[in-house]
């Protein structure tokens, strides 16, 4: 077994199964139905941010919804359940697995949060800072602090793991 090759493949493997199912939704219209929805929420968006009230907590609402997004910090590892058999006695040399498990983990959630902050780029602009730099500066200190909670997470479920076995 190749252990530096072991996470690239079981990611390879993931996308494949799910490139399928993505074709099978593509393939059923709801890509057509999704882009409709895009298209129409995009005419409407200035009527909405028009329609909106001034007094309408923007902030809290926001920072709520990244308050969330940036705390769900779930690693993928591609871990299956004979692992704990077979790769027990790798444990040791799994550190490069472990910081592409968790490299991979922020880069889908990052780019999850960029897209949400994107759709939300407008309401941002209008409501809290017309300047564009401040929206990339926000995007920057989201990013960091996503880092800084999978890592987090990832010592987290590092020492539950120790708790449960006992060491």
Known sequence: ???????????????????RYIRLMANSGLMAAVLALILIIGLYYQNFLDWLPQDFPVLLVLTVLFAYMLTRSPIRTFFQSGD????????????????????????????????????????????LSPEFSHLLMTIAVF????????????????????QINGS
Do not use: C
């Open 1 to 19: 077994m190749n252990i530096e090759q072991l996470f690239s493949d079981r990611r390879q493997a993931f996308w494949n199964v799910s490139i």
């Open 84 to 127: 704990l058999v077979y790769l027990l006695p790798l444990e040791a040399k799994l550190d490069r697995y472990t910081r592409q498990a968790q490299v991979y983990s922020w880069t889908i959630q990052s780019a999850v949060f960029v897209f949400v902050l994107f759709l939300l780029g407008p309401l941002y602009i209008d409501r």
């Open 143 to 162: 990013l960091v602090a996503k880092a800084w909670n999978i890592q987090a997470q990832w010592q987290n479920y590092e020492a539950n793991t120790l």
